[in-house]
């Protein structure tokens, strides 16, 4: 599962980074410690340009009777998303890129005892995750709400011996074709799914702090002394 992660840029680095032609965003803040039920900065293709614009993380389907589901769908597994009605049409037509700089996992040492590690790219730049959004429409007083979930793959070496899963991060020169609106070859699609390298990536430990919601500052990402255990 991936629970956490951040999204520390400035919002004219995004610009720059993902072609957005918007010179404004007050919806975005740098964030140390994401997690599900927010609402996040994502990417998505509207056929002729890139536009960044706020999804909530949590999918609820477009079809869900209400926004019970949310919290059960902050993640969706690459090798079975054509197999799950809540995401199968999805892959053909909402597909989005959230932006982020680094996630979290924690470290089991066995028993209660684990440390948050945080995982990001060697060159500390931002990456691209992929994912899928939706919007559904509250039946009871028709306000619109937009969701999105995290795919997840299995796990590269960096992060195997923390968790058994971890975050789909697109190469760069893929992010195109993941957000192009008339591709609907599933399989090329599908083939971008794939663990990140891990000679591309680093990871460090971080305080504890992480684990509470209500924590979202730079201390979050502050590296700090492994157990020894």
């Known amino acids: 599962m991936c629970g956490r992660y951040t999204v520390t840029m400035t919002y004219e680095e995004l610009v720059v980074r993902y072609f957005i032609e918007e ?59 054509l197999e799950k009605p809540s995401f ?25 005892t684990k440390q948050p590690m945080r995982f990001l790219m060697e060159d500390e730049r931002i990456f691209s995750m992929a994912g899928l959004y939706d919007s559904w429409v509250n039946p009871d007083d028709g306000e619109k709400v937009s969701t999105f979930t995290i795919i997840t793959t299995t796990p590269n070496d960096l992060v195997s011996d923390v968790h058994d899963r971890m975050p789909v991060i697109l190469k760069q020169e893929d992010e195109a074709v993941w957000l192009d609106r008339q591709n609907t070859d599933a399989g090329l699609l599908l083939s971008l799914l794939k663990p990140y390298p891990e000679q591309e990536m680093k990871r460090y430990p971080v305080s504890n702090i992480v684990g509470q919601v209500k924590n979202d500052t730079a201390d979050c990402i502050a590296k700090v002394e492994p157990l020894q255990v």
């Not at 996040?40 to 999918?59: C, E």
């Open 23 to 81: 010179t404004n965003s007050p919806f975005y803040q740098p964030r140390y410690n994401v997690a599900p039920m927010q609402v996040v900065p994502a990417i998505i293709n509207d056929g002729s340009r890139n536009r960044l614009g706020p999804l909530r993380w949590g999918l609820v389907p477009n079809w869900a009777k209400d926004q019970s589901m949310a919290g059960r769908m902050i993640n969706a597994k690459s090798e079975t998303l």
């Open 88 to 112: 199968r049409n999805l892959v053909y037509r909402k597909r989005c890129i959230i932006p982020a700089d680094s996630f979290y996992e924690w470290k089991s040492f066995g028993g209660k």
